[in-house]
C-alpha cells in the first residue's frame, strides 16, 4: 500500500493564482482531512470529509475549496492565492470508527 | 469553539532525562491522540486514549487521560535522541455517526542534548 499521497511536494506560487493540492489514500479510509502547519500554531483543520460526496467545513476554511468525488481522492483547491496562505499542508485519513490518522509526506507552499 | 492547549512549547533535555508534556481542553473529549512529528516529517500516530483514567504505556513512554477527560499528558522516561520531536496531543471530538473532528494542540518541540 502506498499509504496516503500529496503531490506536488513544494510549490510557489503567485499572489492571485490558483492551484489543487492533491491527495489520495488506497487504504479505503472514509474520511479524509486537509491540515495546514504554520510554526507555533500546531496543526489546524481546513477541511474534510467522511465520504464521498460529502465534505464540512474545519477550523480556517476561507480561501479553500474541497471536493470528494471518490473514497480514494481528496483536493483541495486554493481559489485566489494570498501570502498568508503560505505553510505546509497535510492530508490525512482514517477509518470513521477508530479515528487513528494517517498522514501524507506534506506540500511546503510558498506564496509571494 | 473547542480549544486544546498543550504546555510547554518547547523542551529540552539531557539525554537520559524524563520528560512530560500536558494537554489540557476547554471540552470534554470522546478520546484523546497523541502524535510525534519528526524534524521535516509528517505526524505519526502514536495512541489513543478513550477512558477516563486510563492509563497506557508504550516501552518509555506512558499516557494518561484524566477522569474528567477534560486533560492528558505524555512521559519519557530516560530520553534518547531517538525522541527528539513535536509530540502533539489532538482532541477527538464525535458529533455523531461518522462525523468527528480533531483539533490539535500547538505540541510540544522536544530537543536532546547527547
Known amino acids: 500500500n502506498a499509504g496516503v499521497t500529496q503531490t506536488p511536494k513544494f510549490q510557489v506560487l503567485k499572489t492571485g493564482q490558483s492551484m489543487t493540492l492533491q491527495c489520495a489514500q488506497d487504504?479505503?479510509?472514509?474520511?479524509m482531512s486537509w491540515y495546514r502547519q504554520d510554526p507555533g500554531m500546531g496543526l489546524r483543520l481546513i477541511h474534510y470529509?467522511?465520504?464521498?460526496?460529502?465534505?464540512d467545513q474545519g477550523e480556517v476554511p476561507n480561501g479553500y475549496n474541497v471536493s470528494r468525488s471518490t473514497t480514494e481522492d481528496f483536493p483541495l483547491r486554493l481559489l485566489s492565492a494570498a501570502p498568508s496562505q503560505t505553510s505546509v499542508y497535510f492530508c490525512?485519513?482514517?477509518?470513521?470508527?477508530?479515528?487513528?490518522?494517517?498522514f501524507g509526506p506534506g506540500t511546503r507552499l510558498t506564496v509571494t | 469553539g473547542q480549544q486544546v492547549m498543550q504546555i510547554p512549547q518547547y523542551q529540552h533535555v539531557q539525554e537520559g532525562e524524563d520528560f512530560t508534556t500536558y494537554c489540557n481542553s476547554s471540552?470534554?473529549?470522546?478520546?484523546i491522540q497523541w502524535y510525534k512529528q519528526r524534524p521535516g516529517g509528517h505526524p505519526v500516530f502514536l495512541i489513543q486514549?478513550?477512558?477516563?483514567?486510563e492509563v497506557k504505556k508504550q516501552k518509555r513512554l506512558t499516557f494518561q487521560f484524566g477522569e474528567a477527560k477534560k486533560n492528558s499528558s505524555l512521559h519519557i522516561t530516560a530520553t534518547q535522541t531517538t525522541d527528539v520531536g513535536t509530540y502533539f496531543c489532538a482532541g477527538v471530538m464525535n458529533s455523531g455517526g461518522s462525523n468527528y473532528k480533531l483539533t490539535f494542540g500547538k505540541g510540544t518541540l522536544l530537543t536532546v542534548n547527547p
Open positions: 471540552t470534554t473529549l470522546s478520546n
Open positions: 486514549l478513550v477512558k477516563s483514567g
Open positions: 470529509s467522511v465520504g464521498a460526496g460529502i465534505t
Open positions: 490525512a485519513s482514517s477509518y470513521t470508527t477508530t479515528y487513528e490518522q494517517y
Open positions: 487504504m479505503n479510509h472514509e474520511y
